[in-house]
């Protein structure tokens, strides 16, 4: 499906005023708040621009399955799901509705109270039996004209969103002061044009949006190379988190290794609760970022985002429900995604069971059919990182306690071994005698700082716990 997306254009700049736009567009923007951090990594092939993110990415894509709780692991980092699918299946562009598939095992999905579900294929039902018929959503039916029912807001309203992504309802008085703010003056440099917009811009806008501060510009008003890369700077204040938790006083010990000349961190040595730290920050929901950094995550347009839904739930007519609001601006991770050792209040949704209702089973045959699942009471959603198709919360992606990997700076992930650590010490000119080891403490403050390091540099753990005190350091991002 493509949605019309009407622009004002200011030619001298050559820059999007703004948009506006029905609410199609606006559900699609806002349901970016619920999309993981490694989702916008994939649907970048791994060039996300996003500090270290890619990396650690890649370095779960490599790591062999034996540090891992159990196999099923890596595909909930590498493709963690969404705790807000049911909701955003039915958003018009849905850069994310490819991993919108469950599994049911293939002996019992007509039989037994209770049965089983999976969000990962090949996980073993408690019968013996492989996860593997796949279902799917049932999409709704379609909106029909008139209706004032959309995915978050309602379909009676108009909005204007500048080119931060600021979304508001369409008022006279809204337009001339952003015309105003922008310093436009000559009514003749406008232009009027009209664009649509399908899944493969939305996709754009979402990769743009953590990385720039203009995407419909970049997006809709491309320059060569622009695409894809970073528009400008972005400011990292590391020392400046604004955050109303309190600490929940779980600690952590990490080895560092840390060249003292060069005040650097070489690598650390972690074990399994470090690195379900680093690996959670994959599944986390980009509005949960801006909740755990605050208003001032240094990504403006997620910022902007978020601050739009908490304006508009300030009207009744806006935001179709308090559930609504609550998925955008609290958004949790999917069902069993949490860790034990979670050192940052971003939860899961717990044990589930969801109506066989919402589904329609495909199973995959010779000749394709679509067969309506027959009524039970509930599927209840087993954990993956958990062996014996347990549906309880628990578990955390890396083995323990005994684990042991090599992190480096930018947040690389590889078996511990001298030998291979040998080259780093070569990379940045660091004799052995300049090694020194040292162990720092981890908490929530740490987690914070590591997370919005992750999210910008690429010298992760050297900024959180060699850096000296500084008001800000601004990174540039480099261009793929």
């Not at 009471?377 to 890396?398: D, M, Q, R, W």
Request: charged share 25%.
């Amino acid at each position: 499906m493509a949605i019309e997306l009407k622009l004002l254009i200011d030619k001298e700049k050559n820059r999007v005023v703004f948009a506006e736009s029905d609410t199609f567009f606006v559900d699609a923007l806002f349901s970016f708040l619920t999309v993981p951090i490694a989702t916008v990594v994939r649907l970048s092939s791994k060039k996300s621009n996003l500090g270290s993110m890619d990396a650690l990415y890649e370095s779960i894509e490599n790591l062999h399955s034996r540090y891992l709780q159990t196999e099923a692991v890596k595909e909930m980092l590498l493709c963690p799901r969404s705790a807000s699918e049911a909701q955003t299946k039915d958003v018009a562009l849905n850069v994310n509705a490819e991993v919108t598939t469950y599994y049911i095992c293939e002996n019992c999905r007509f039989n037994g109270a209770d049965p089983l579900i999976s969000t990962v294929k090949n996980v073993r039902c408690r019968c013996g039996g492989a996860m593997i018929v796949k279902i799917v959503f049932r999409k709704s039916k379609p909106v029909v004209d008139g209706s004032d029912e959309g995915v978050f807001v309602k379909r009676t309203m108009r909005f204007m969103i500048s080119d931060d992504l600021q979304v508001g309802p369409i008022s006279t008085n809204a337009c001339l002061s952003l015309l105003n703010e922008l310093g436009v003056r000559d009514r003749a440099a406008l232009e009027e044009k009209s664009v649509n917009v399908g899944t493969n811009e939305a996709l754009h806008i979402l990769r743009q949006l953590m990385v720039s501060n203009t995407p419909l510009t970049d997006v809709f008003l491309p320059k060569p190379d622009a695409l894809g890369n970073a528009s400008g700077a972005l400011k990292l204040y590391l020392e400046d988190i604004a955050t109303d938790k309190k600490d929940t006083g779980k600690k952590m010990s990490v080895k560092l290794l840390v060249s003292e000349s060069k005040n650097k961190v070489l690598y650390a040595e972690a074990t399994n609760d470090f690195l379900d730290l680093l690996f959670s920050f994959l599944t986390f929901p980009l509005g949960s970022i801006v909740k755990l950094l605050g208003p001032g995550s240094s990504i403006r347009c997620l910022d902007n985002l978020y601050r739009s839904v908490e304006d508009l739930s300030r009207d009744d007519n806006c935001i179709i429900s308090e559930e609504c609001r609550a998925m955008l601006l609290d958004p949790k991770l999917s069902v069993h995604s949490g860790c034990d050792n979670q050192l940052l209040p971003v939860v899961d949704t717990g044990p589930m069971t969801i109506d066989t209702s919402l589904f329609r089973e495909c199973q995959v045959t010779s000749i394709p059919r679509i067969v309506f699942l027959s009524p039970c009471s509930a599927f209840h959603f087993i954990n993956p990182k958990l062996s014996g198709a347990a549906t309880e919360c628990g578990g955390g992606f890396v083995k323990g306690p005994n684990t042991m990997l090599m992190v480096t700076d930018g947040l690389d992930v590889k078996p511990l071994s001298f030998i291979s650590g040998i080259p780093i010490l070569d990379r940045f000119d660091v004799p052995i005698s300049d090694v020194q080891e040292r162990v720092v403490s981890v908490g929530e403050e740490e987690a914070l700082s590591l997370l919005k390091a992750a999210l910008f540099s690429r010298t992760v753990l050297s900024d959180v716990f060699c850096q000296k005190k500084v008001n800000h350091m601004e990174i540039k991002l480099e261009r793929e």
